[in-house]
């Protein structure tokens, strides 16, 4: 374990745990945990050594996420959401002098990311924009109608899709990097939902400025396919592992409980808690596979939108968000009232609310009919350990 | 040779077409952009024109029927798909012949 997977896990116990239930009741920013994070200068780590941060790869990161979803998932999604943006800048700035600016200011000041991928009315699918680059004299303006941006009003810079220029169609994107002095964001909803409450997942109406250098150079459906979609589903599942693993932990101390009253032979819930961590086990394996998979293939442009990873991609979010759910629904019938209960040391509602979201955030259904065109065009399976 | 013969069979005056015009019938016939297929370059920018990459795999499926080919997996990127040039390129890889002899 390295010293900075250390530190996050005692963010997760010591801080984001203490404050979690607090964060969930009050649909509230996790501010001490977040706080916490940057303090330990763990915002920044997926920058590179040569621009200031630690250059850390995808398996420690999505080890940080799993450790924190044990203790908060709004705190863990939240990490989890940075990093993606993180990863987006530090695998596609290129020579972009301004990007390798930014890299360094991001880890020498810890700054903590947003996105703005998703806009009104281009129905849920983020490859697709509607507002465009409006640029004047190698500046660039946009306004975007943004239904959800996450901790948009706690976040220091801000990554946002348009199309390429007034003229593009929907599909021809480009991402751009908006730090926190160059956007205004106007809030036009709250953020009430069934879990996942601390993202604070508000919509606003967003304008931004800035210079066209801040423009990630390649099309944003490269920075999408070979970037953004693999670390999204590789960070997410990994968090999702780590909210199940806690409800198998309580769980295993509910049935544990049981029995010391009744010593001798398997106490109630004992198989029900055996299957739990046999699909714990699926999960987690999956989602250590799929690390794998990618640093195989992570820095080969070709590997990288080659059509077998890709479906494997789509199939650990698929599979990691209903397997997250399973789980805790075997280890609230382990519980039972105790884990029903929200006043108990074994209550799994929050659990269940927040992996609820696992499913919908990019809905599966897209995913799904995403990866059932991709199975059409597929000729091979790869072998048992390619 | 037999090769040759099934084209000849199978689409008869377009062997006399480059593949690069052929490639543009696959495009205009499949409705795949919004943009005019006539009025782009051959090494125009497909995605750039409207090309989604949901809908590249609907412009393979149409090159295959149309070539009566079949794309090999490593050959299944979105560069393939990029330009009329570069799926021309791609399909003579797989062995579509450039012009009729």
Same mark, same amino acid.
């Given at each position: 374990m390295t010293s900075r997977l250390a530190a996050a896990r005692a963010v997760g116990v010591e801080i984001a745990a203490r404050h979690a239930d607090d964060v969930d009741a009050? $649909?509230?920013f996790p501010r001490e945990a977040l706080a916490a994070l940057k303090d330990r200068q763990l915002l920044g780590i997926m920058v590179p050594e040569s621009e200031g941060g630690a250059g850390a790869g995808?398996?420690?990161? $999505?080890s940080i996420c799993d450790a924190l979803g044990r203790s908060c998932a709004s705190t863990a999604m939240i990490y989890a959401m940075h990093q993606i943006q993180v990863a987006c800048i530090v695998h596609h700035a290129g020579k972009n002098a301004w990007l390798r600016t930014f890299m360094k200011q991001? $880890?020498?000041d810890q700054l903590l990311l947003g996105s703005a991928t998703s806009e009104v009315g281009v129905g849920g699918d983020v490859r697709s924009s509607i507002c465009a680059i409006e640029e004047k004299d190698g500046r660039f303006s946009l306004t975007k109608q943004a239904p959800v941006i996450s901790y948009g009003a706690d976040c220091d810079g801000i990554l946002v899709t348009a199309r390429r220029t007034p003229q593009s169609p929907a599909s021809d994107q480009v991402i751009v990097v908006v730090p926190r002095d160059g956007y205004q964001l106007e809030q036009k909803s709250g953020w009430d939902a069934l879990g996942m409450r601390g993202t604070c997942s508000n919509g606003y109406h967003l304008e931004a400025k800035g210079g066209m250098e801040q423009v990630i150079p390649a099309p944003f459906a490269d920075v999408s396919a070979q970037t953004?979609?693999?670390v999204s589903h590789l960070l997410w599942s990994a968090l999702w592992l780590g909210i199940a693993t806690d409800a198998v932990t309580r769980a295993r101390a509910y049935v544990r409980s049981e029995a010391k009253k009744t010593p001798g032979g398997v106490p109630d819930g004992g198989w029900r808690l055996a299957e739990a961590a046999s699909l714990l086990q699926l999960m987690k394996s999956? !989602? !250590?596979v799929s690390l794998r998979q990618y640093e195989a293939v992570v820095g080969s442009e070709d590997k990288l939108t080659a059509l077998p990873f890709a479906v494997a991609m789509n199939n650990l979010k698929t599979g990691s968000s209903q397997l997250a759910v399973q789980v805790i629904h075997q280890a609230m019938l382990v519980c039972g009232l105790a884990g029903y209960r929200n006043d108990t040391a074994f209550s799994l509602g929050r659990h269940l609310r927040d992996a609820h979201s696992a499913a919908l955030m990019v809905n599966n259904d897209r !995913?799904? $009919?995403r990866t059932a065109q991709l199975l059409v065009a597929l000729r091979e399976d790869p072998g048992l350990l390619e | 040779m037999f090769k040759i013969h099934s084209e000849i069979f199978n689409f008869g005056a377009s062997m006399a077409q480059?593949?690069?015009?052929?490639v543009r019938a696959v495009l205009?016939?499949?409705?795949?952009l919004q943009a005019d297929v006539e009025s782009l370059a051959d090494d125009a920018d497909l995605y750039a024109a409207g090309l989604t990459s949901h809908a590249t795999v609907n412009l393979m499926l149409a090159l295959e029927e149309a070539f009566d080919i079949e794309f090999p997996d490593r050959l299944l990127r979105r560069r393939t798909f990029s330009s009329v040039n570069a799926i021309a390129q791609s399909l003579d890889e797989i062995g579509v012949y450039k012009e009729a002899a």
């Open positions: 009050g $649909a509230r995808i398996a420690e990161v $999505a991001l $880890a020498k953004m979609l693999p999956n !989602v !250590v !995913v799904l $009919a | 480059p593949v690069q015009a052929r205009k016939e499949s409705a795949l």
